[in-house]
């Protein structure tokens, strides 16, 4: 299961990632934000069956004016079109704080150990990859998307 979830983090979708082959990525820096901060576990509106789902805040950053928080989704079902396993966690995801902001419903809990991300980061980092601006149902639904095609199927489950 855990394999199956850093590919996700390496096949983003297209419209996700803006790639800078002849160019030098802007590095965003760590920030404070009144409302996220890492470790942080919060419910998130879920796509139907995947109400036990919840985001762990994994870095809040700064790009420019811009805030990017980093989190690990759990406890959703990435359906397997090929009838292997199905991946229940997606590792690492990069989203606008107004994305987040719109998503999140209840804090569960603060100051949550801080699960492993550096893979999927540094893969974001060297892609010069962008955010989601969209809700994490959403985006969630993308990497379904996303995952099916990479294992060669035509269309979503």
């Not at 800078?20 to 879920?46: E, L, N, R």
């Amino acid at each position: 299961m855990r394999l199956a979830a850093v590919v996700l983090v390496l096949a983003l979708p297209a419209f996700l990632v803006s790639k800078a082959a002849d160019k030098k990525c802007i590095s965003p820096t760590p920030m404070d934000d009144p409302k996220f901060h890492a470790g942080q576990v919060w419910q998130y509106k879920t796509r139907p069956g995947e109400e036990d789902s919840f985001v762990t805040i994994l870095r809040v950053e700064s790009l420019g004016k811009k805030t990017i928080i980093h989190v690990r989704v759990d406890k959703v079902r990435l359906k397997n079109c090929a009838g292997g396993p199905e991946p229940d966690t997606i590792e690492h995801m990069p989203f606008a704080r107004e994305a987040i902001e719109s998503s999140v419903t209840k804090l569960l809990k603060e100051d949550s150990k801080i699960p492993d991300f550096r893979a999927g980061y540094d893969d974001w980092r060297n892609a010069c990859g962008g955010v989601y601006t969209i809700s994490i149902a959403e985006a969630v639904k993308a990497d379904q998307l996303t995952f099916n095609q990479n294992l060669g199927c035509a269309s979503n489950p």
